[in-house]
Antibody
Framework: EVQLVESGGAVVPPGGSLRLSCEAS????????MHWVRQAPGKGLEWVSL????????YYGDTVKGRFTISRDNSKNSLYLQMNSLIPEDTAFYFC????????????WGQGTVVAVSS | EIVLTQSPGTLSLSPGERATLSCRAS???????LAWYQQRPGQAPRLLIY???RRATGIPDRFTGSGSGTEFTLTISRLEPADFAMYYC?????????FGPGTKVEVK
């Protein structure tokens, strides 16, 4: 059974940093590119970042570029999101999601972890 | 950059009725690049449709995707209680993803 379990969410002050983790199981992790998608309270889905299967390629949404860094450790079946210079607008549920390139869609999602940026 | 627009913002219907949700792209997108997701309150999104019209594993046949070019539609033939939720369309990209703002299907 495919599982994605996020952790690391917390309440942080503006300007602070946080590292989110996503532990994957039930599939061959390094066969897949992985993404982070976030959802602010009461809002829609916003794509955050993408990392290729081997970590060699990374991409970011305009709202987080230069502040967030995506990475992965295939030996640990884990995905990470380092978030720096946090602002209140970063407050959201953060989901990790597996992209199935054959379907061209996200076929599995984690349950999310909450980040709240507040003083 | 392609922008996705969904309409209506909210759809108020009764169980058993038919729901028709629209997703419009600002530019033509390939049929294989459009997906639909359902999100129930407090849950992660769930893939319903990929390639504009292909149902994902385990998705009942009352969900139908159609469309091409810039106009795509998700139809729920007979609404069941579990279908009252948010629905998002998404365009697949090689280096980024785009979601529509969503349509809420609520109980009338």
């Amino acid at each position: 059974e495919v599982q994605l379990v996020e952790s690391g969410g917390a309440v942080v002050p503006p300007g602070g940093s946080l590292r989110l983790s996503c532990e994957a199981s039930g599939f061959t992790f390094d066969d897949y590119a992985m993404h982070w998608v976030r959802q602010a309270p009461g809002k829609g889905l916003e794509w955050v970042s993408l990392i290729s299967w081997d970590g060699s390629d990374t991409y970011y949404g305009d709202t987080v570029k230069g502040r967030f860094t995506i990475s992965r450790d295939n030996s640990k079946n884990s995905l990470y999101l380092q978030m720096n210079s946090l602002i209140p607008e970063d407050t959201a549920f953060y989901f990790c999601a597996r992209i199935n390139t054959a379907l061209r869609a996200f076929d599995f999602w984690g349950q999310g972890t909450v980040v709240a940026v507040s003083s | 950059e392609i922008v996705l627009t969904q309409s209506p913002g909210t759809l108020s219907l009764s169980p058993g009725e038919r729901a028709t949700l629209s997703c419009r792209a600002s530019q033509t997108i390939g049929t294989n690049y459009l997906a639909w997701y359902q999100q129930r309150p407090g849950q992660a999104p769930r893939l319903l449709i990929y390639g504009a019209s292909r149902r994902a594993t385990g998705i009942p046949d009352r969900f139908t995707g159609s469309g091409s070019g810039t106009e795509f539609t998700l139809t729920i033939s007979r609404l069941e209680p579990a279908d009252f939720a948010m629905y998002y369309c998404q365009k697949y990209g090689s280096s980024s993803e785009t979601f529509g703002p969503g349509t809420k299907v609520e109980v009338k």
